[in-house]
Every structure is written in C-alpha cells, then in structure tokens.
C-alpha cells in the first residue's frame, strides 16, 4: 500500500515536499516513481529512485529543480520540489515498481497511491 502526502497550494517560486511511505512488505530490490497528471493529460514522468542503492532518474522538466530521496527506515519517499512553476500544477502520484530497473512509462508501475494535489499559483 501506498499513501501519498504533501501537496497543497504555492505561490510560483516555492517550494513543496511530498511524501510516499509504503507498507506491507519490504522493498528491497524495487523502483519507487513519482509521476504527475494534469487535467486531460497522460500521466506523465517526474522521478524516480532504486529502493537498492538510491540511483535517481529525472524527466528534464523537473531536472535541477526536483530531488527524489528515500528513508529506508521509514520505507518512505520523498519528492523535493523547488522554484515551482504554474506548469509544475498537477495531481502527483508515487507507484511502485516490482524490479530493479528504473521506467519512466506509468504502465511499468503496479502499485499506486491515491494521489495529492499540487497547485502553482502565478
């Protein structure tokens, strides 16, 4: 299971941090992604992180301005978002992928959390 948190509303310029903790099993070995869906869009790519090792993979979007982390302890992840801009406003989910391997499509992505609200006010 999956619980997404941390979304609300920022002027353009700020900054917001969100949440994903996971239960029900270890994760070892797995690829913890965040994507984000705006209004008649696809949902699309943000960042993701091996739960092994850390390697971090971002959509040249959010590159130098997002940062993807990991508590392990906690079995949560988090998404840094800095110098938020209005086309940054989307509902952001984290998804959970059963190897490895980091895939920046969403159908490689099982398990997903219910989604938080990120709005980027001009």
């Known amino acids: 299971q999956l619980q997404a948190s941390g979304g609300g509303l920022v002027q353009a310029g700020g900054s917001l941090r969100l949440s994903c903790a996971a239960s029900g099993r270890t994760f070892s070995g797995y690829v913890m992604g965040w994507f984000r869906q705006a209004p008649g869009t696809e949902r699309a790519f943000v960042a993701a992180?091996?739960?092994?090792?850390?390697?971090?993979f971002y959509a040249d979007s959010v590159k130098d301005r997002f940062t993807i982390s990991k508590d392990n302890a906690k079995n949560t992840v988090y998404l840094q978002m800095n110098n938020l801009k209005p086309e940054d406003t989307a509902v952001y989910y984290c998804?959970?992928?059963?190897?490895?391997?980091?895939?920046?499509?969403?159908?490689?992505?099982?398990?997903w959390g219910q989604g938080t609200q990120v709005t980027v006010s001009s």
């Open positions: 998804g959970l992928r059963a190897s490895a391997i980091i895939y920046s499509s969403a159908s490689a992505y099982s398990f």
């Open positions: 992180i091996k739960w092994s090792g850390g390697s971090t």
